[in-house]
């Protein structure tokens, strides 16, 4: 995977975390039949699916940047 594409995958899982953030602030919020107790499990699942992938992102990305050598100035 080339860095690029990592960054721009790494964009993508913060943007679905905080789009999972928002749905468990308003599950927890808002009680109705449409929100019933099942879902929360569901989006704590989905919640920490995405923060370990976002983790094994980052972790690559750092990798990535400690060995990429920078190019001298002539």
């Not at 594409?5 to 308003?26: M, N, P, Y």
């Amino acid at each position: 995977m080339k860095l690029a594409e990592a960054l721009a995958l790494r964009a993508e899982a913060t943007r679905r975390l905080e789009q999972l953030r928002g749905r468990i602030v308003d599950n927890a919020r808002y009680r109705t039949a449409r929100n019933r107790p099942r879902t929360r499990p569901a989006l704590l699942a989905q919640t920490g699916e995405a923060c370990a992938e976002l983790e094994s992102l980052i972790r690559r990305i750092n990798r990535t940047n400690a060995v990429a050598r920078l190019a001298r100035e002539p």
